[in-house]
Every structure is written in structure tokens, then in C-alpha cells.
């Protein structure tokens, strides 16, 4: 069944409504096939195929709320299924913070979340590309292990209010480790698109190829407060704890690094450098997405860091309706505006500092500061006179994204990566940081 047409879901779930007896009744509907490859020791592991779908039904009588999941659609299942959502409503606890569902909504022209080519792969077009993969480690003498994905599905919501959405989307995900035959060069290269044209699995291998060949023979710098260089991919796991930390609710009752006392709040005051703009925007042909979120609110284009200031917080429904103010949903994919320099440029401009390919294993230290730790991995390089030295040991870093920013001395292009940590996509600067703080040294390669 997998990818339902607008029109197929439109009358699936109208069909699911019309057994509802509840005050409120709401659908969502959703499915897609995704197909992998997964490599190790330089030969294929695994392939395979998913094919998934499914319906939720939600059925409220006042502030008491049910759901129910299926995934079959013939008549008996879907009246089962809102019975039982009808049945689990009536047995709950009333909500206080339960809001009525939404009636319809003006979302506007789609976005490019669909390419057609993407979701036409064949499992030849896969294999082809992992093989380019394989062959840059075969020809370098490295050991490579990656993954490499794609997908496409669609997403629907009805209620009982007149609300309607519909979205189709496509997906190609790739990473690569590549490891020197010792076991102690590591490279690293992750990337996802919508577009298929642009996933180029030979140059993003032949990254981490030089990358783990470079960074053999490490030498151990003493730990301490460096400049440094974060590739995209370093920089989004501490970033995305900044982004996604933008909460109105836990900033409005003392538990962010946005609280003030008495209840107020730093929206509106500059948090960071004034070079720093964080904005979100489901239009942008880089990162396109859905035009709606999970409960049917509209996603516009919101700057959320303007000139270091921070101007949006994010509000639930219920929390807009108690403070009176918009209910801004959450960003679903964030853009950092970034400068002209490539990463070569902020390299050449560094007169002493270390390159840092990936950070990972994130964990907090203090929310009220946005304090992480974690660790440098698969590439960690010293520069000097702009240009790169050697390999350094990895290190255990202590870093918050506030102070970060606040320490910014240059911004690169900017571009599209893949978190490590969360898995979420987002248009990320390589970013030159004066003064990161680097607490003690890590034996992980």
C-alpha cells in the first residue's frame, strides 16, 4: 500500500470519520517504503526493504482524550479502531491542558519535500553507489562500515473540525566510517537530501578516505581553551541544543538557560554574537519541509536568532492560549545564515587552532547553561600558519552553545548536514571559535 494520492487518503479517512460518535474526532495517516544497504569490513552485511503504514484515530468527549492505532483499512478495522479510541476516551482522566482540535487551516503552496527520482531508486542505483563507496576504501587501503538509505512516504490529518493536510516526501541518507588498517585512522562523512542528484557517495567517501589517513600517528596536545574549527557536523550537536531548547513554557517557569527571575524571560535580549542568525523556513529549496506539524498548525518561515538576539520562542497551544500570545510550533528544520568562506579559507585564515571533524557521545552538564560534554572523533587535526600539521589525540570537550556563539570568529558557507546525535537535518556554517574548552584527553580513535 505504502504512498496513498491526496484523493486515496482523503477517502480513507473520511471513511474512518464516519464512524465516530465522539464530541471531537481526529485522523492521522501516514506510510512510505524505505530500502538500505549496510556495509562493514569493506563488503555489504545487510539489504533490505520496509514498507510500512498506519492510522491513528483520536477521539475526545471534553478534555478526555483516546487514541487508537491500526495499520488495516478495510471497513471492520477502521470502525474498530475509532471504537476502541471511543472506549479509551471515556476511561481516561480529564486533560486540563487538552485544546480542542483545529479547524482548517491555510497552509499555502507545498514545499519540494518530493522528488520523483528519489523515489524511483532502483536497488541497482543503491548498490552502485555503496560500491563507489567501497572502492575508495579498496584503493586507499582503509576498512570502510556505512549506511545508505531511502525513502519516500506521505502524511495525512483529518478531524471532525474540517482540517486537512496532506504531504508527500523523499529522503537519501548516507554515512561512512573509514578506518586505516591499524585501527588508528579515522574518517568520517554523513549526508541526506531530498535529492538524489545530489547525493555524491564517491566524493563524501573519498572525505573520510583522507581524513582517516591523515589522522594516524596522532600526538597528545594538552588539554585546554583552543580555536577551533567545527565542520557542520560538529557544529550541529551543540547547536541543536541551543535551537531546540527555544521553549517559551520551560523559559516562562525558571527551567532554561532562557529563565530570568520573577518569571521573565531573555526573549528580546541579545544571547549571542550579533553574526548569528537562526531562522526556519519549510520553503527553502536546501531543506525543505512539511507546510503543517504533528497537530495541523501551519509551519511559516520564523527567525528565531536575529543579529544574536532571540526573537521567537516556541509555544503549545494550550501554553499561547494561557499566555495570550501566538502558538509558534517548533522549527522542523533549522538554517544558520553562515559567510563567503569555504572551510580551506578558515583554515588558511587560523594561525594556530584545531580542526575538529565530528563531535559525539552529548551529554548535559547544566541545563540552566546549556553546559555539554562529549567527544572529538574520526578526524582531529592541529593547524598552524594555515594550514594542517599533524593529528592530534581526541579530546573530551566541556562547551555551551551560548558561550560558543558568543566566542564566534568566523563563519563559513553554509551548508546541509546530518546530526550524529538526534539524526535531524539542518543548513549548518563551519564555524571558527575562539577559546573552546577542551577538559582532558580521550584514547577513542
Known amino acids: 500500500m505504502a504512498i496513498l494520492t491526496e484523493e486515496q487518503a482523503r477517502a480513507l479517512m473520511t471513511k474512518a470519520l464516519s464512524y465516530s460518535k465522539a464530541e471531537q474526532c481526529e485522523v492521522n495517516l501516514s506510510g512510505g517504503d524505505s530500502s538500505n544497504i549496510r556495509y562493514a569490513r569493506n563488503s555489504v552485511s545487510t539489504s533490505g ?221 541579545k544571547l549571542v554574537d550579533e553574526r548569528v542568525n537562526i531562522y526556519s523556513d519549510p520553503a527553502n529549496p536546501e531543506l525543505p519541509t512539511s507546510r503543517w506539524n504533528g497537530d495541523g498548525r501551519v509551519q511559516e518561515k520564523v527567525s528565531w536568532i536575529e543579529k544574536g538576539v532571540v526573537k521567537n520562542l516556541s509555544y503549545s497551544r494550550y501554553w499561547a492560549e494561557k499566555k495570550g500570545v501566538k502558538a509558534i510550533p517548533g522549527p522542523d528544520g533549522i538554517i544558520m545564515e553562515g559567510g563567503t568562506q569555504s572551510l580551506e579559507d578558515l583554515i588558511k585564515g587560523t594561525e594556530k587552532g584545531i580542526l575538529v571533524t565530528r563531535l559525539w557521545y552529548i551529554r548535559p552538564v547544566d541545563p540552566q547553561t546549556l553546559l555539554y560534554t562529549g567527544l572529538t572523533r574520526d578526524g582531529t587535526f592541529y593547524i598552524e600558519n594555515g594550514q594542517i600539521k599533524f593529528p592530534v589525540k581526541n579530546f573530551r570537550f566541556n562547551e555551551s552553545p551560548v558561550i560558543m556563539l558568543n566566542n564566534l570568529e568566523a563563519l563559513g558557507k553554509t551548508e546541509r548536514t546530518v546530526s550524529g546525535e538526534s539524526g535531524q537535518n539542518a543548513l549548518i556554517p563551519p564555524m571558527k571559535i575562539r577559546d573552546f574548552t577542551f577538559s582532558s584527553l580521550s584514547d577513542a580513535v
Not at 531508486?121 to 562500515?145: E, F
Not at 579515522?186 to 538524489?196: I, L, Q
Open 49 to 269: 526493504g520496509i514498507s510500512r503504514n498506519s492510522l491513528v484515530v483520536s477521539s475526545a468527549f471534553g478534555k478526555k482524550l483516546g487514541t487508537a492505532t491500526i495499520n488495516e483499512f478495510d471497513d471492520a478495522s477502521l470502525e474498530k479502531a475509532v471504537r476502541r479510541s471511543e472506549e479509551l476516551a471515556q476511561l481516561a482522566p480529564e486533560n486540563p491542558e487538552f485544546m480542542p482540535f483545529l479547524g482548517p487551516q491555510n497552509y499555502g503552496a507545498s514545499t519540494p519535500t518530493f522528488v520523483q527520482s528519489t523515489a524511483d531508486i532502483t536497488p541497482k542505483q543503491r548498490a552502485d553507489m555503496v560500491q563507489q563507496s567501497l572502492q575508495v576504501a579498496k584503493d586507499s587501503n582503509l576498512t570502510a562500515a556505512g549506511f545508505l538509505e531511502s525513502s519516500a512516504g506521505f502524511s495525512a490529518i483529518m478531524n471532525s473540525k474540517g482540517l486537512f493536510a496532506y504531504n508527500t516526501a523523499t529522503d537519501i541518507n548516507f554515512s561512512v566510517t573509514m578506518r586505516t588498517a591499524d585501527g588508528k585512522g579515522s574518517g568520517y562523512a554523513t549526508k541526506a537530501f531530498n535529492d538524489v542528484g545530489k547525493m555524491d557517495t564517491l566524493a563524501f567517501s573519498k572525505v573520510a578516505a583522507k581524513k582517516a589517513s591523515g589522522s594516524v600517528n596522532t600526538k597528545a596536545l594538552e588539554p585546554g581553551k583552543y580555536t577551533v574549527i567545527l565542520e557542520p557536523a560538529a557544529g550541529i550537536v551543540l547547536l541543536e541544543q541551543l535551537y531546540g531548547s527555544l521553549d517559551a513554557r520551560s523559559a516562562d517557569e525558571g527551567r532554561s538557560f532562557l529563565s530570568k527571575p520573577g518569571g521573565k524571560t531573555r526573549l528580546g535580549e
